[in-house]
């Protein structure tokens, strides 16, 4: 049997009011909210985190290759995958690659994992930019998913089981972005609507055959379209029974893109008992469907931190999200901008950079962040074990607002943490309200992109308050308050 | 293994010092030859009888070569010195001990720094290629972490630690504006320090160290030789120097209230110098004040005050112009700016006027006590290095 071993979504924590556009502009916007990655994140970034859960859900699985779907790339040429696969301490042996480019890649990349074979984290993860006031400004969202594939075996439950998949392509230009275009631009809605229709209902009847399901038998779908207007009317003619469609997240995230269908997939699993027949539709020069069953593991599987758990935000201004997605650029501070990060050091540093490995004295058991050849205690030399540390939560013990250091979106909120178990960092916080924080609150890492210099992006680990369930927690309770 | 010293053994017996400030009409090569050239003449010298050369600067300039080139120096050892902000302080250092070991007759140490030609506000090190896991807060920032972790530790409310932090900043504005060679020389009310905006954490504008071009030269001899170039040398006691390993940064048991670094090379000054009760055999002392947290726990690693006590003695004026002890008393850093390859001189120099009773009237303290001390530090709480220097008008 072949499926999904674990998913999880990851959502930014900032929440940008539509209505915020229409006070600002005078028009646009509309109700509700979006999802808003901040100004350290990226789609590698928010792929992690993302990679982060879902691998928590999955403790025993041995991930063999990792795919990576966007249509907003930090790098082209370059793998982005690779600095997935650094941040998540994964083995060299793994195939690390790219989906790049069309909408359909997240769900194409998700589809040819399960119809493949080993174990593949699937990760796609999506940025969606649109010109002030306009429709694909409200309407996207950011954010990511992350899906562990693999056969069933024992420590690697398959929860949900493959049962049927379809896709039925076309050549139309419905919506399309050239290279180097933060805008996506789209042709008038109506000819597009009338081709997604019949695409869907026969790849949605193929699905179904092959998943040997009746369309209101399935539980649970989940559609999802940059085209709005034709995610709606298709919702409409699958046969669905009451109550099957799922939350498209609208009105609390927006559409995040090649993220989208594992997003709501991931969601749509959270929740699921055994037996419920769960599908996916994406919509996007074509359409494409995947039908899966939640198996009896699905009961005893915890997700790591549910996308329920995520869905409410702290409110960034439409001013400074503007800022944050370079549609507006405030003054910087009057300081020098950051040196690009040099290769040979970064790749020496590469446990310690992507991973936060550190190391801790064998003997006097001081932990070194970064990691150290000679003990600060004691003197003892490479007598170090590494010391893995992205998933340990600490304290601030001390912090400051730096208002003059160089930042793209000042000021520097930097807190003195000790973690839990042992060691120290003093380290930059994400996430956060500078009038809010205060000593004693609690702090996870997350994997962040400080800068970028000559177009190489410095990626690292902040600290961000810890608002829900520890990174070690079951989600246990979160899933009960969700359940249906 | 010990650290002995060269108490008695150097004397400095020429000192220059350039106003410090915004020199836009003056290159570094200017304000090297200024400081050189009145050091000189003090010690009634000239350049081609001085043996050696040690010359600092955080980031004007490179090698020797930077010193060599204004000054006309003609196959002269001349080595350049670098160490954080304790730049200035380490090219005497080195000058005297080159002098103390008989290798060289006659030394030099100028310290020169160029910084407003940047066009960037504060100091800005260039850094080698690096991972980009540094950090990259400004000093104000790191510094700024000491003023709450103090008032918690020691029980002093927040009102009452700014009143604390503004007397020293408004003390050593008082001193700086009596001293013609300072960037700012204009007292400071409490109010204003206190209404200035935020940089960092609570502090404010007035709570920094300003940023000012300057350069100071010492030259230094055998202490038996002292009396050929000048009436009234300063000899050298004490020259302690203490590097941490950067781990308080990372070790869970620093509580950003004191700086281990500072209380070693005092403790290894003290010891040199025979100094056991700094506060009352010392005349003045020059520190580095370069955040005004910094000055308030520097009295207590300096052994002025007893821990959690400075911030009553700074309230009580213990270290104003007129008190117990004299701290600061040419304005500091937070007058002076921080050209960080002079500063360490400026502070002996003005040791230099004030042990000779060369100081203006109006700022020149009792000096009967005979002995003075600098202290210089460079690097960040838990990832610092501090110099601790005593010298005195008399042998023995």
Redesign the interface.
């Known amino acids: 049997m072949r499926g999904l071993i674990s998913a999880a979504g990851y959502l930014p924590y900032w929440r940008l009011q539509r209505s915020d556009v229409q006070a600002f502009l005078g028009s646009g916007g509309g109700r509700g909210t979006r999802a808003v990655a901040s100004h350290d994140e990226d789609t590698t970034t928010m792929g992690v985190e993302a990679a982060r859960l879902a691998l928590r859900g999955a403790p025993g699985a041995a991930v063999d290759g990792l795919w990576f779907a966007t249509t907003s790339p930090a790098y082209l040429d370059k793998t982005n995958a690779t600095a997935v696969v650094a941040a998540l301490r994964l083995p060299a042996e793994v195939g690390a690659f790219d989906f790049g480019g069309g909408l359909r890649s997240g769900l194409g990349a998700l589809m040819a994992a399960l119809r493949g074979t080993g174990t593949t984290l699937v990760v796609a993860a999506d940025q969606r930019d649109g010109l002030p006031g306009g429709a694909d400004e409200s309407f996207g969202g950011d954010g990511a998913a992350a899906l562990v594939v693999g056969d069933d075996g024992p420590g690697t439950p398959v929860v949900a089981e493959l049962r049927g998949v379809a896709s039925a392509s076309d050549e139309f230009v419905d919506r399309w972005r050239t290279p180097g275009e933060r805008r996506s631009k789209a042709w008038e809605e109506r000819f597009a609507e009338t081709r997604y229709l019949p695409l869907a209902r026969d790849a949605w009847a193929r699905a179904c055959k092959a998943a040997g399901v009746e369309a209101g038998d399935v539980t649970k779908v989940a559609v999802c379209s940059m085209h709005g207007r034709a995610a709606k009317a298709v919702a409409g003619k699958l046969g669905l029974a009451e109550g099957a469609l799922a939350d498209d997240l609208a009105a609390t995230v927006g559409q995040t893109g090649t993220a989208h269908p594992g997003l709501l997939l991931a969601a749509m699993l959270e929740r699921a008992r055994p037996g419920d027949v769960l599908a996916v539709v994406n919509l996007a020069d074509g359409a494409d469907v995947l039908v899966l069953r939640a198996t009896a593991a699905v009961s005893s599987w915890r997700p790591a931190r549910p996308v329920a758990d995520q869905l409410a935000g702290g409110a960034v201004s439409y001013g400074r999200f503007l800022s944050w997605r370079q549609m507006l650029t405030p003054e910087p501070p009057?300081?020098?901008e950051?040196?690009r990060?040099?290769t040979p050091?970064?790749w020496?540093?590469e446990d310690?950079?992507f991973g936060f490995v550190g190391t801790r004295d064998r003997t006097s058991g001081?932990?070194?962040?970064?990691p150290s050849r000679v003990s600060?205690r004691g003197g003892a030399v490479d007598d170090m074990e590494a010391l893995p540390m992205a998933d340990a939560v600490g304290t601030v013990?001390?912090?400051?607002?730096?208002?003059?250091?160089?930042?793209p979106s000042p000021p520097?909120v930097?807190a003195?943490v000790?973690f839990d178990g042992?060691?120290?960092?003093?380290v930059?916080l994400t996430d956060v309200d500078a009038e809010r924080i205060a000593?004693g609150d609690r702090v996870e890492m997350t994997f962040r992109r400080?800068f970028s210099a000559d177009g190489i992006h410095?990626?690292?680990w902040k600290g961000r308050p810890l608002r829900s369930a520890t990174p070690e927690g079951d989600g246990t309770a979160a899933r009960a308050a969700t359940a249906d | 293994m010990a650290s002995h010293g060269i108490r008695d053994r150097v004397a400095i017996v020429g000192m220059g010092c350039t106003p410090f400030g915004e020199h836009w009409d003056k290159g570094l090569d200017d304000l090297i030859v200024d400081a050189s050239t009145e050091a000189l003449g003090g010690a009634g010298i000239t350049k081609d009888e001085v043996d050696a050369f040690w010359f600092g600067t955080a980031q004007s300039g490179m090698s020797g070569i930077t010193l060599a080139r204004p000054l006309q120096l003609q196959g002269k050892p001349v080595t350049r010195v670098e160490n954080y902000c304790t730049t200035g302080s380490e090219a005497l250092r080195a000058a005297a001990y080159a002098v103390a070991s008989g290798a060289y007759d006659v030394a030099m140490a100028v310290g020169a720094e160029k910084v407003k030609d940047?066009g960037?506000?504060?100091l800005?090190a260039v850094?080698p290629?690096?991972?980009?896991?540094a950090?990259?807060?400004?000093a104000?920032?790191?510094f700024?972490?000491v003023a709450?972790?103090y008032a918690?530790k020691y029980g002093v409310d927040e009102e009452t630690l700014t009143d604390v932090l503004a007397t020293i900043s408004a003390k050593n504005h008082f001193n700086g504006a009596r001293n013609p060679r300072a960037q700012f020389r204009r007292e400071v009310s409490k109010e204003t320090i206190c209404a200035s905006p935020?940089?960092?954490?609570t502090l404010g504008v007035f709570d920094c160290a300003g940023v000012a071009d300057g350069a100071a030269a010492a030259v230094v001899v055998r202490a038996e030789d002292a009396g050929r170039y000048t009436d009234k040398p300063l000899y050298i006691k004490a020259l302690s120097f203490a590097a941490g390993?950067g781990?308080g940064?990372?070790?869970?048991d620093?509580d950003?209230t004191h700086f281990p670094e500072c209380e070693l090379a005092a403790r290894d000054a003290y010891a040199q110098a025979g100094i056991t009760d700094p506060r009352r055999q010392l005349a003045l002392a020059e520190v580095h004040d370069c955040f005004t947290p910094t000055e308030l726990v520097l009295m207590e690693d300096l052994g002025f005050a007893g821990r959690g006590e400075a911030w009553k003695e700074v309230l009580a004026g213990t270290f104003a112009l007129d008190g117990e002890l004299p701290v600061n008393p040419d304005g500091g850093l937070k007058s002076f700016g921080h050209p960080v390859g002079a500063s360490g001189l400026r502070m002996f120099f003005e040791c230099w006027l004030q042990l000779r009773r060369e100081a203006p009237a109006e700022r020149q303290v009792p000096v009967e006590r005979g002995l003075a001390l600098t202290h210089n530090l460079g690097g960040y709480p838990?990832e610092m290095v501090s110099f601790v220097s005593v010298v005195g008008t008399a042998l023995g």
């Open positions: 009057r300081r020098p950051p040196q990060v040099s050091a970064a020496r540093a310690w950079k001081a932990v070194h962040l970064p600060m013990v001390t912090y400051t607002v730096d208002r003059l250091a160089y930042s520097i930097f003195v000790d042992g060691g120290r960092f003093p930059e000593i400080l410095d990626y690292f | 940047s960037y506000q504060g800005n850094n290629p690096g991972d980009g896991t950090r990259t807060l400004t104000a920032a790191m700024s972490m709450p972790a918690k935020r940089v960092a954490g390993s781990s940064l990372i070790d869970p620093y950003y838990g």
